[in-house]
């Protein structure tokens, strides 16, 4: 038997925060592929690392997802289960995850060619779903995801080698100015960040619910703001925002009585398939970091 060896070329979990510029393209489809975006949009996506839709879905069909968002929330099954993460304080449903697993109205989504035609546009190949989840602030003290590249984590937990991966976070609920709202630091996906600190086993029970490991350094996250700026998002339900694996972003406690609910997907291209971690002892489970490396159809 040969072992196949992938080289690290984005070291993290060591005993030092390093900074290493980006190896690998932002859009890796050909200039000039069809699709979605325009060459404008993707050029903007290029440069910034986001891009946000107004009306990716219509009112309609937001009311659909929002029934099954609140069918999956009452559940007793769903909440019993292991993929349904609980607010430490409230006790209430935090997020759910592999919910393209766990709804065929959230599996549609996953396959609406609007979403998935996008992804195959900046990643340049077919793509597979890495995760899936929905994330719920309910309001009144839901609190917040700690600012983090969600590569650092991909790469040193479940293996992906490189950045040739996308999310899109679609509303469910308005996203105003001030109940807890995506914020990224434009351009920051240019910049790897690897943390210091060792992985600890089975991190990924504690860091669903509080980040800990990966977690970036007050003086990096200060010069990383000052050089880039932070952008947040706002947005009738029903639109979206697209962002590369490796922007810097977070999102604030949720402390109004507005509700903010987002579905969440990453696609992850099928010439990127997950090895071992980079950077922890085990993998996470598989409906944190998909094996199954099927095309989306």
């Not at 592999?98 to 996008?118: K, N, P």
């Not at 937990?157 to 630091?185: F, K, Y």
């Not at 240019?190 to 060792?198: D, I, M, Q, W």
Request: hydrophobic share 35%; glycine share 8%.
């Amino acid at each position: 038997m040969t072992t196949t060896t992938v080289t690290d070329l984005y070291p993290t979990r060591g005993t030092t925060e390093v900074s290493i510029p980006r190896q690998d393209p932002v859009v890796w489809g050909a200039p000039g592929t069809p699709g979605p975006i325009s060459l404008t949009d993707l050029q903007t996506y290029e440069r910034d690392g986001f891009l946000t839709v107004d009306e990716l879905l219509t009112e309609d069909e937001v009311a659909v997802y929002r029934q099954e968002l609140r069918r999956l929330l009452t559940d007793p099954a769903i909440r019993a289960d292991e993929r349904s993460i609980v607010e430490p304080r409230s006790k209430e449903i935090r997020s759910v995850f592999e919910v393209h697993r766990i709804s065929e109205v959230f599996a549609g989504l996953v396959r609406d060619e609007r979403v998935v035609r996008r992804a195959r546009q900046i990643l340049g190949s077919d793509v597979y779903v890495h995760q899936s989840r929905i994330n719920i602030k309910p309001g009144f003290g839901a609190d917040g995801f700690y600012w983090h590249s969600d590569f650092e984590t991909w790469h040193a937990e479940d293996g992906l080698p490189n950045m040739r991966t996308v999310s899109v976070s679609i509303a469910l609920t308005e996203n105003h100015d001030t109940n807890g709202g995506l914020m990224i630091m434009p351009g920051s996906h240019r910049t790897f960040l690897g943390c210091a600190g060792a992985t600890p086993k089975d991190n990924y029970k504690k860091s669903l619910q509080m980040q800990d490991a990966g977690t970036p350094s007050d003086e990096a996250l200060t010069a990383m703001a000052s050089q880039h700026g932070i952008k947040l998002f706002t947005g009738k339900a029903g639109s979206a925002t697209w962002f590369d694996c490796n922007c810097m972003h977070g999102s604030g406690d949720n402390i109004t009585p507005f509700p903010r609910s987002n579905v969440f997907i990453v696609f992850n291209s099928v010439e990127n398939k997950a090895v071992e971690p980079f950077a922890a002892p085990v993998r996470r489970p598989t409906f944190i970091g998909a094996r199954d490396f099927t095309p989306v159809r």
